[in-house]
């Protein structure tokens, strides 16, 4: 008969009236989902939890404890499972990716459920439009950040700081009238402008000037590196107020 090993560990976590701590439930996940019975402590008040602090020497909570051994909060906990931790000063497209492929599904579904197939003339426009509209709405749930960060490298925007303020609402205005398919005599130039002012700034900015930045293509408090994915968002609203002047175009 084989005899299974038991797996324990102790985590001691803020489990308040007004607040439970969600990195003590995310350790409690982690450790369960690896095999582990957790005796599960409670820190029920603001005094327990310094106490607790106070008595093992730490300056946060959750703690793990496997084997008597402290391991530590919940980034050293995925440590030890061998997971990865990001490093908060880090840049990722993770933001980027996540806005393309949601604005991507939402045009192939919005072209389904038009013509019945998701690949179609329409979906591309869409999904360009759709992309323009996300943006802008990102930028502006923080325009004091955007803007702030969309002057280090901008070029009109640092000869006439109110365009960085401009910026949103011209690439919002875009993106809804072309979704739309009206007023291109308003959409297609202001696309036209903003794009390429944006596309001649990235590029002077990381490809002659060799400039690590961030972009403030996602909004001013996101940590994506301004480079090919910024200047392709440019282009690609380039590309749309071209297309939508053509004889094949929404126009």
Request: overall charge positive.
């Amino acid at each position: 008969m084989i005899t299974r090993t038991i797996k324990r560990a102790a985590l001691h976590r803020m489990v308040m009236p007004q607040h439970i701590c969600p990195y003590g439930l995310k350790a409690r996940h982690l450790l369960k989902s690896h095999g582990y019975e957790v005796d599960d402590h409670w820190l029920q008040t603001r005094e327990e939890a310094d106490a607790f602090k106070a008595q093992n020497g730490v300056q946060t909570t959750p703690q793990t404890f496997i084997g008597g051994e402290r391991v530590g909060g919940y980034d050293d906990l995925r440590r030890f499972f061998g997971k990865s931790v990001p490093d908060p000063g880090s840049t990722s497209y993770k933001p980027v990716v996540a806005v393309f492929a949601m604005t991507a599904l939402m045009a192939l579904a919005a072209s389904h459920a038009v013509s019945g197939t998701v690949f179609s003339v329409r979906a591309i426009e869409w999904f360009i439009a759709l992309s323009m509209c996300v943006l802008a709405l990102l930028k502006l749930q923080d325009i004091e950040g955007f803007s702030t960060m969309f002057l280090n490298y901008d070029l009109l925007a640092r000869r006439w700081v109110p365009y960085s303020y401009v910026y949103p609402f011209a690439e919002g205005l875009a993106g809804v009238l072309m979704l739309a398919g009206v007023m291109t005599w308003l959409s297609v130039p202001v696309a036209l402008f903003i794009g390429t002012v944006g596309a001649a700034s990235v590029f002077k900015a990381v490809y002659i000037d060799r400039r690590e930045l961030k972009c403030a293509c996602v909004g001013g408090a996101t940590k994506v590196p301004l480079g090919f994915v910024s200047l392709t968002e440019n282009l690609m609203m380039i590309a749309m107020a071209a297309w939508m002047v053509t004889p094949g175009g929404a126009m």
